[in-house]
């Protein structure tokens, strides 16, 4: 059997994923604890695996910190492919949504449409929409939407809302943020008691539901790359791998394969086939987390020269597009992953933040920087003259970017910065 990696259909229609490609998709995709986790339950049950820890003789000590760190939980995607395989009428529809179940964002949302989906598993875009439809059945309920409309939607069909409520909410999600109730008055017909009922009903609702998945206890971050400044110039970008032992086929036993019958040498292939699957799937991991790690480097080398203020916007697509992978690659690789630089150990996802045009020039700023001016411009503020969401907007119009107040009221709830009628009353107290 051909070990290529590659997903394909069977003649009976099921979809197959040959076993290197399902080990390799997901490695890929699991933090550093994880995949310790998983290298430990292998090497327990294939003795044909062997780890080679003489090198962390006399070491620091990580590799067993860090199985003692990994807990037995449950990851987001086996959650959800439980109540897949309790929900599922079809086992074709249900490797495809579990597929589906482990390509979600943290926030629980499928990030390539349907006719990409289709295009990756080469199979029909209808049997895309069924496994859509059977992830979006598990809990907690919005898991699997295309984006915020269809989450908060499927809440709302949940909770039995008829139509016409829902598209009232749906339609005007930017008045009910703003509290314009003029206007939502005058396009609905409702009263304010009923609109002020619809509102709260819109905010009892889970924007994010893949965060109620999420493990329960906090993972230690180990670094899988570190970016080390030169003293010519430029940094050094390489893989960290102290936390994992270095894995090899045992030779030993091996040996023993010429001597053993015909049911003993095919248990030594099975079991030196997972033992190589699993040692190449880790060491594409690691080669495609420094690929991505060095293309970060690149885009964002003010930010590692200069600190957090230049940090620039940048999307998944554009280093998927640069390095010639598939998006949903680049996300499994930046996923509960990190590097360490001169600012510490950072997560990924760090680099990665949508941006605001400049009004001065050229260049877009990131939503990162753009919080750390609110939150500055918050904590200088004259406590006899608190600062509104519009006056913030204007100060950051004023230096140069443009934004409008809706993105300034979002950037400040995210940062838990009270209101300015909340910082009024406090100042009051003190």
């Given amino acids: 059997m051909s070990l290529k990696p590659g997903l394909r259909l069977s003649q009976s229609q099921r979809l197959t994923l040959t076993p290197a490609l399902r080990q390799s998709i997901s490695v890929l995709g699991m933090s550093n604890s994880e995949l310790l986790d998983h290298v430990e339950a292998e090497l327990a049950q294939n003795p044909l695996l062997l780890a080679e820890t003489s090198r962390y003789s ?22 959800l492919r439980d109540q897949i395989a309790l929900l599922a009428a079809n086992r074709q529809t249900a490797l495809i949504a579990g597929y589906l179940a482990d390509d979600l964002t943290d926030e629980g949302y499928l990030c390539d449409d349907d006719a990409e989906l289709a295009q990756t598993l080469k199979i029909d875009v209808s049997e895309i929409t069924k496994a859509i439809s059977l992830l979006q059945r598990c809990e907690p309920t919005g898991i699997g939407a295309r984006n915020l409309r269809e989450c908060l939607d499927l809440q709302l069909c949940a909770l039995e ?55 329960n206890m906090a993972e230690v971050l180990y670094p899988d790359i570190r970016i080390t400044p030169l003293p010519e110039g430029g940094f ?64 964002q080398h003010r930010f590692f020269a200069d600190g957090h203020a230049h940090l620039r916007p940048l999307r998944q697509i554009d280093v998927a597009q640069s390095l010639g992978l598939h998006p949903s690659t680049v996300a499994r690789a930046i996923a509960n992953k990190a590097l360490e630089c001169r600012f510490g150990i950072l997560p990924l996802k760090f680099f990665f933040t949508p941006g605001l045009k400049s009004l001065t020039d050229q260049q877009a700023v990131s939503a990162y920087v753009i919080q750390q001016r609110i939150t500055r411009l918050v904590h200088a503020e004259n406590p006899a003259q608190i600062l509104s969401d ?25 940062l838990k910065i009270p209101s300015s009628v909340q ?4 100042k009051k107290l003190l």
Avoid at 60 to 78: I, M, P, Y
Avoid at 182 to 209: M, T, Y
Avoid at 241 to 265: F, G, H, I, Y
């Fill in 236 to 299: 050094s970008i390489e893989s960290v791998n102290s936390t994992l032992p270095s894995l090899t086929v045992n030779a030993d036993l091996m040996n023993e394969k010429s001597t053993a019958n015909a049911e003993a040498t095919q248990y030594f292939n099975d079991r030196i086939s997972r033992a190589k699957i699993l040692i190449r799937a880790i060491e594409a991991r690691s080669k495609t987390i420094l690929r991505v790690g060095r293309q970060i480097a690149t885009e």
């Fill in 161 to 215: 809302q008829p139509p016409q409520i829902r598209e009232l909410i749906l339609d005007n999600l930017g008045l009910f943020a703003d509290s314009d109730w003029a206007k939502l008055q005058n396009l609905s017909g409702q009263s304010r008691a009923d609109l002020d009922i619809l509102n709260d009903l819109l905010r009892a609702l889970n924007p994010f539901p893949g965060e109620d998945l999420s493990p």
């Fill in 390 to 414: 519009a006056k913030i907007t204007a100060h950051l119009q004023q230096s140069g970017v443009d934004i409008a107040r809706r993105t300034v009221a979002k950037y400040r709830q995210c």
């Fill in 58 to 79: 006399g070491a620091s000590g990580d590799f067993d910190l860090a199985l003692d760190t990994v807990a037995a939980r449950k990851t987001r995607g086996e959650n």
């Fill in 423 to 426: 910082r009024r009353k406090s």
